[in-house]
């Protein structure tokens, strides 16, 4: 088993719920689990790891800024509504050669990222990370529409 990028679908109350301990985030929908892409596609919109500034840093939240604690045996994220927002607009604007541009399975292969091996076919996976993004592009602009936030986890 890898470690999977998954996003929750959230309002205040839930995630009220969750800090205080009531509600368990294994007891959460998950809303979008982009499986193992999501260090990948943190690489490519933001050439870092971990980093990443605003609004495609907050596509894959792992910034300290969006550490909401950790729960359940695993570190979470928070975004909230306005942050869903403009991450949502920049995606909307992002277009597959804008991402062709930031792409390179070479350079994510030099740098260690997740879980890029030798080998790998790279016009393949950059279709798999054109996906994704369609994928939470829909999440996003669903939340945003509800006003909601989202929590992102590893699992």
């Known amino acids: 088993m890898g470690m999977s990028g998954r996003y929750v679908v959230v309002t205040d109350e839930l995630v009220q719920s969750i800090q205080s301990g009531e509600i368990s985030v294994h007891d959460c929908q998950v809303d979008l689990d982009i499986d193992k ?4 596609l943190q690489f490519t919109l933001n050439g870092s790891l ?5 609004p495609l840093g907050y596509v894959v939240p792992l910034a300290s ?3 909401l604690g950790r729960y359940d045996d695993m570190d979470l ?8 927002l403009e991450a949502y607009m920049a995606l909307e604007q992002l277009t597959p050669d804008d991402v062709r541009e930031r792409y390179s399975l070479k350079n994510m292969l030099a740098e260690g990222v997740y879980p890029v091996m030798e080998g790998w076919e790279e016009e393949e996976i ?8 369609d994928q939470i592009q829909a999440l996003f ?3 945003v529409e509800n006003e909601n936030g989202i929590l992102f986890y590893v699992f």
């Open 50 to 54: 971990l980093d990443g500034e605003p």
């Open 77 to 84: 994220f928070l975004l909230k509504h306005k942050q869903v």
């Open 141 to 143: 602009q669903v939340t």
């Open 126 to 133: 950059f279709q798999e990370l054109i996906q994704t993004i």
């Open 37 to 40: 892409t999501w260090q990948m």
């Open 65 to 67: 800024e969006h550490y």
